[in-house]
């Protein structure tokens, strides 16, 4: 049993298009995270739902949109998507004890 | 703001030497610490992480931290190291009640067999 599973794990597509990401958690955790990590390994937040509202939304385009439709779910839409959006988004659900992530989306704009 | 700085970028040993990697964070107050593992391809593991109470962590696969609140550093140690320890390690800090963690820019180490 996957705790926190993303799909699809490789996603490349043309600039301009549009793309969602998809994450599941059955760790009955509140929170939920998305992550980018750049060519660097850089991690970087980008938004946090707890319970189906969001509560961290970091400087981040608003071509990202997040949408959690119950709480076990957290989804990322990108719009008109450019050459740098390329990186790996992990999501993540968590509480005080720390993260569990996913396995990671790989994105790659072309 | 807090912050997490993670001086080692690239780390470079033999198999079975020490390592220790170096965490500090910027914040007057409590916080929680973690150190994340990912291997290459792979995810973020949790290694290990401090709350309160003893500040010498002991996490998985011989891994292990001191927390000294008067430095506001959180290191990464193992005594022995092996090829499979091949990774990027993560420093993470949390302030309690929050539900934002603050990453650190991470340390690549490569072991050579």
């Known amino acids: 049993d996957t705790a926190v599973s993303q799909t699809p794990k490789y996603l490349v597509t043309q600039m301009g298009n549009d793309k969602s990401i998809k994450c599941e958690q059955n760790?009955?955790?509140?929170?939920m995270y998305w992550y980018k990590q750049d060519s660097k390994k850089f991690l970087k937040i980008m938004f946090s739902?707890?319970?189906?509202?969001?509560?961290i939304n970091e400087t981040v385009p608003n071509r990202f949109s997040p949408k959690s439709p119950d709480k076990a779910h957290l989804n990322l839409h990108i719009n008109s998507l450019e050459l740098g959006d390329s990186a790996v988004y992990f999501c993540?659900?968590?509480?005080?004890?720390?993260?569990?992530f996913g396995s990671g989306t790989r994105l790659t704009v072309v | 703001a807090q912050s997490v700085s993670q001086h080692n970028h690239h780390v470079i040993l033999s198999e079975a030497a020490s390592l220790e990697l170096g965490c500090n964070y910027s914040?007057?107050?409590?916080?929680?610490l973690f150190w994340y593992v990912q291997y290459p391809g792979q995810h973020l593991q949790l290694l290990l992480k401090?709350?309160?109470?003893?500040?010498l962590v002991k996490g998985i696969k011989g891994f292990e931290a001191e927390f000294i609140k008067s430095k506001f550093s959180f290191n990464l140690r193992k005594p022995s190291v092996q090829w499979s320890d091949t990774a990027e390690y993560f420093c993470?800090?949390?302030?309690?009640?929050?539900?934002?963690?603050?990453f650190g820019t991470g340390t690549r180490l490569k072991v050579l067999a």
């Open positions: 993540a659900s968590g509480q005080a004890g720390g993260y569990t």
């Open positions: 760790l009955g955790h509140d929170t």
């Open positions: 739902y707890n319970n189906k509202e969001l509560i």
């Open positions: 914040y007057g107050g409590t916080v929680n």
């Open positions: 401090y709350f309160s109470g003893d500040p």
């Open positions: 993470a800090v949390n302030v309690p009640g929050t539900y934002k963690y603050i």
